[in-house]
């Protein structure tokens, strides 16, 4: 990139995302964020008004989904380049995206370390896509050679099993609090959706930022909790519960919280899987 200050519009409709962004943009002075945005419409409309130079834009916006915000964001201000920033993973969305002209698309959870690199790559005219994608067929070997430098420098992230099997663990690393709230809304959402029941054990503000997130998501997390299949618990409160030795064939090893094994005989009565976020 030139000297010349480059002016940014970021859309994206959850804050602490959109504060994220702007801060690591920050990082390279001559890269300004002049607005924000939180729906598609409103993206249009400012794309229309201010012209930016670079567009961060969210796939999941309410009012106008990102990628037709990107089709209209071309009419109105067509000098304007576009770099999708997203945690949806799949390749039909990605090529949706890419498709409207977008100079690149990078997975939310990779952004610590590949959005700046996705940005300067994206300016320079060429493409960009996330290295956690790379791979697929779909998915142009240059634009993976493009992410190679960000995927060395990646936090560590193990990948997801592709086993089958349910008894597993996972072990996941974030940067930000705005990647590990959206990674596990999604999950979540996921198993809310499958009608299974979850407990979430977390401080305050991560259980106030899951809410808010759930809620901007559509989950009527309300319902959930009166039918017992969303519970959060305080994170300090639960390592002080210490439940009896025996478990009545639970299978839950000493010092687990006691709520989890009631959640779990509860949804073993009514054939449910449960998830402990």
Request: no cysteine.
């Amino acid at each position: 990139m030139d000297t010349s200050l480059i002016r940014v519009l970021v859309v994206d409709d959850y804050e602490p995302w959109r504060h994220f962004f702007s801060t690591t943009l920050q990082k390279r002075p001559q890269l300004q964020v002049i607005s924000e945005a939180s729906d598609g419409s409103e993206a249009v409309q400012q794309a229309q008004q201010l012209k930016p130079d670079l567009i961060l834009l969210d796939v999941g916006l309410p009012k106008l989904n990102g990628i037709e915000a990107a089709r209209r964001i071309r009419e109105v201000s067509p000098t304007s380049k576009i770099l999708f920033i997203s945690e949806n993973r799949s390749l039909d969305i990605v090529e949706q995206a890419l498709s409207t002209g977008a100079g690149g698309y990078v997975v939310k959870s990779d952004a610590a370390s590949e959005l700046l690199p996705a940005v300067e790559a994206v300016l320079r005219g060429k493409r960009f896509v996330s290295s956690s994608l790379a791979g697929h067929d779909s998915i142009n070997p240059e634009d993976e050679h493009i992410a190679e430098q960000a995927r060395r420098e990646r936090v560590v992230r193990p990948s997801r099993p592709q086993s089958a099997e349910t008894n597993r663990h996972e072990l996941r690393f974030y940067s930000h609090d705005a990647a590990f709230v959206d990674d596990f809304a999604h999950s979540i959402e996921a198993a809310l959706e499958s009608g299974n029941a979850v407990v979430v054990i977390a401080t305050e503000l991560h259980r106030t930022n899951l809410l808010q997130k759930l809620r901007a998501d559509g989950v009527d997390v309300d319902a959930a909790a009166e039918r017992k299949l969303y519970q959060t618990l305080d994170v300090f409160d639960s390592l002080s519960m210490v439940m009896d030795t025996s478990t009545d064939g639970d299978g839950f090893a000493m010092e687990v919280p006691h709520a989890i094994v009631e959640r779990l005989r509860t949804a073993k009565k009514r054939h449910l899987h449960l998830t402990v976020d």
